[in-house]
């Protein structure tokens, strides 16, 4: 998730659904927006051109449950950079990524090592997310095209179903299903496909916060419907949306700082 800024949705609420024009094919239930601008909204309330966040990442096995603490920065959907605070045996371990090429730092072996291919589908230290999960931030009216379902409820929220379809093949999740709130219209629960269907994970969103002019999740909850456990849970203590971060913090020499 991807987490994903410039909030359109007040030009969007002038525009009145009945003026937008048609989007993808497909039927859609009568009176829903188009899928494409329904998910140009969603990545508009969930990017940012840079991110500073602080969260907690618990991860719930099979013996119990620990926590992971990091900072990370992040400029558009293709560079961010991650260092885990505690506990001690993972301080000081970073993460940098640059397009699609990934770096990881290990302070106990004082070791730089890139990942790439089938080694960013590896779990992140034992938790639900893969390498290529905790990276990710994209902008999906770019990757997939759309199609709304339905609609169904969610807890209390009403929301509108998508499904969504990659453009291309070289993506990690091949198709995903998207359950809209449709006053916010954030994502509120995810599930990803592999390329043949099979479900791979599960996402629930929760805690939605305003902050300027758009809702964010502060909590996210992600199974690996693959492994056993309950799940990964991301908590997010600090965020702040168009920060100014220094160049400097994506380079490699920065994995060593």
Sequence with gaps: M????????????????????????????????????????????????????????????????????????SRGADTGFTEYLAPAREKGTKMLKLGDRLWVYSPATDRTIQLSGHMLRQSVMGSDLSYEDMMDDPRLAQIYTAQVTGTETVGDRPCWVLQ???????VAYQSRKLWVDKERVVPVREELFAKRGKLLKRIELRDFRKTGERWYPMRMTFKDVLKRGKGTELVLKEIEFDAKVPRHIFSKAALRR
Excluded: Y
């Design 164 to 170: 969504l379809t990659a453009k291309e093949e070289d």
């Design 2 to 73: 991807k987490a994903q800024l410039v909030l359109a949705l007040a030009t969007f609420a002038s525009v009145g659904w009945a003026q937008v024009p048609a989007g993808e094919s497909g039927s859609k239930p009568q009176g829903a927006p188009t899928a494409r601008l329904l998910l140009e909204q969603v990545d508009a309330n969930m990017a940012a051109e840079s991110r500073i966040t602080t969260a907690q990442m618990i991860i719930h096995g099979r013996r119990g449950a620990r926590t992971v603490e990091s900072k990370s920065w």
